[in-house]
T-cell receptor
Framework: NAGVMQNPRHLVRRRGQEARLRCSPM?????VYWYRQLPEEGLKFMVY????????ESGMPKERFSAEFPKEGPSILRIQQVVRGDSAAYFCASSPRTGVPIEQYFGPGTRLTVT | QQQVKQSPQSLIVQKGGISIINCAYE??????FPWYQQFPGKGPALLIAIRPDVSEKKEGRFTISFNKSAKQFSLHIMDSQPGDSATYFC??????????????FGSGTQLTVLP
């Protein structure tokens, strides 16, 4: 049973370019969460999605960031016009639709470097 | 209200010793408290978790102690081994909420176990 998959693992973008990060949840999981980790810091929640729905985007920056989880395919976190401050590790987690507690399982992350 | 404060920032323990990491939270509505272990370049891995209706949970060498009145919880690693050297994050969540299931993380503790 494959775990949460993220790609690419490393992404380098120049300022002003777009970054697309992909996340495939664990088999049977229909909830996806995105977190950002700055160097030497803990993870900060960005957005919580279910298939075709954004449930909570309270942690998303108001501009340049968007996320989707289509009916088919992976969840995508999109960062437009990247700036140096966007350099971080972005982690995706998934959880099953039912069950208590709702345990979140993390992928290996995408490390974004903006030059 | 959403903060989780973690200490110490770093911890050095001799092999065979006990490692203790502490966390305190503010939001009394939190109802799920997991601990994650993260190795360099990897995603966080769920280690152990507790609900507030119990005061202690033990899994192998790992124990969570929970003090609801003090709004504090801690991770104890017994017989610490060099392979335990990693960064540990405490977290808290509102799993009973339909939309607010995101994890709020502490800032992390870098544990080094000396051989």
């Amino acid at each position: 049973n494959a775990g949460v998959m993220q790609n690419p693992r490393h992404l380098v973008r120049r300022r002003g370019q777009e970054a697309r990060l992909r996340c495939s949840p664990m088999k049977g999981h229909s909830h996806v969460y995105w977190y950002r980790q700055l160097p030497e810091e803990g993870l900060k929640f960005m957005v919580y999605l279910q298939k075709e729905n954004i449930i909570d985007e309270s942690g998303m920056p108001k501009e340049r960031f968007s996320a989707e989880f289509p009916k088919e395919g992976p969840s995508i976190l999109r960062i437009q016009q990247v700036v140096r401050g966007d350099s971080a590790a972005y982690f995706c987690a998934s959880s099953p639709r039912t069950g208590v507690p709702i345990e979140q399982y993390f992928g290996p992350g995408t490390r974004l470097t903006v030059t | 209200q959403q903060q989780v404060k973690q200490s110490p920032q770093s911890l050095i323990v001799q092999k065979g010793g006990i490692s203790i990491i502490n966390c305190a939270y503010e939001n009394t509505a939190f109802d799920y408290f997991p601990w994650y272990q993260q190795f360099p370049g990897k995603g966080p891995a769920l280690l152990i978790a507790i609900r507030p209706d119990v005061s202690e949970k033990k899994e192998g060498r790992f124990t969570i102690s929970f003090n609801k009145s003090a709004k504090q919880f801690s991770l104890h690693i017994m017989d610490s081994q060099p392979g335990d050297s990693a960064t540990y994050f405490c977290a808290a969540s509102l799993i009973s909420s339909g939309s607010a299931r995101q994890l709020t993380f502490g800032s992390g503790t870098q544990l080094t176990v000396l051989p």
